[in-house]
């Protein structure tokens, strides 16, 4: 009589558990919608579904210095601005875009190791990748104005006209006050399965949205596809596009080494889009259409 007492009490405990549980793992799961008095199910407002593929073509192909460790890269004023990386050998430069040609640089310390670069109100940003540090810098003479500190990598940086965007080799990309460098809102970036876009890097705004080359893009635990721009709403975080550059400099890109697709930079005032890569002999100005 006892143990079948203890069976009750035992069947009742697993009874009970079961129906307390159930409905809330359902409603997490499937985000039911009860405002309205009627359940709507919804998924999430920032997983994407048909992601639309874009390919490129070839417009201009300009020479670029095999020896630049591209971390960032923006056009302004006729001029590309180039943020170049690895210890010793990192510094920001001012590049003729016809030739190659560096025209003005700024070499970084000894153990800086430079990142996305953006420019914001006559003053260039710097990232460095594990010292948390951003550098400001006088936009015509490169002369270096002041720093900021902050947590975590900083990888890629733009900018919508008020805000800094900074990644940081996570899905989240931030919004930083360019005049105190604290971050005012996050963005996560998830892919088409809703799992996280994570080593989104460099940035650039292009119309309104917001384009990030995705560092390793080949690995398969990230896209499994070589060279790919993840197209963001800024807003939302949610992904309007990838666009497929897999075969764009073939002599330049060696797979299993670190020269991959990395520099976005958009030239607004010609509607003209850049790209290259760390230690890429070449530098693109690409168009891009729609995947047949
Ligand atoms: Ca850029």
Redesign the pocket.
């Known amino acids: 009589m006892k143990y079948m007492r203890l069976s009750f009490l035992i069947l009742f405990f697993f009874l009970s558990q079961s129906c307390t549980k159930e409905p809330a793992r359902s409603d997490t799961n499937m985000n039911v919608n009860r405002s309205n008095g009627n359940i709507a199910i919804k998924s999430s407002p920032m997983t994407a579904t048909n992601v639309p593929v874009y390919t490129y073509e070839v417009v201009n192909t300009f020479k670029h210095d095999s020896k630049a460790f591209t971390e ?3 056009f302004h004023n006729g001029f590309l601005y180039e943020s170049t990386g690895e210890e010793g050998e990192s510094n920001l430069r001012k590049v003729e875009l016809s030739t190659g040609k560096v025209v003005q640089q700024q070499n970084l310390g000894e153990d800086s190791f430079g990142e996305g670069t953006t420019i914001l109100n006559g003053k260039i940003y710097q990232l460095t990748w594990r010292e948390g540090t951003a550098f400001v810098y006088d936009a015509e003479t490169l002369k270096p104005l002041k720093q900021f500190r902050y947590q975590g990598d900083g990888w890629g940086l ?1 900018n919508d006209g008020t805000n800094l965007y900074m990644t940081d080799s996570t899905h989240v990309i931030r919004v930083i006050d360019p005049e105190t460098f604290k971050t005012v809102r996050t963005i996560p970036v998830l892919r088409e399965d809703g799992k996280p876009l994570m080593q989104i890097n ?3 705004f292009i119309k309104g949205e917001l384009w990030s080359n995705v560092w390793h893009s080949e690995d398969p635990q990230i896209l499994g596809k070589p060279n790919y721009i993840a197209r963001i709403d800024p807003q939302t975080g949610k992904l309007l596009g990838w666009i497929d550059l897999q075969e764009i400099s073939p002599d330049d890109v060696k797979r299993g080494t670190e020269n991959t697709l990395n ?3 958009y030239d607004a005032g010609g509607d003209r889009i850049f790209v290259t890569g760390k230690n890429w002999k070449k530098l693109f100005e690409i168009k891009v259409k729609p995947k047949e």
């Open positions: 960032g890269l923006f733009t460099e940035l650039e520099g976005i930079a």
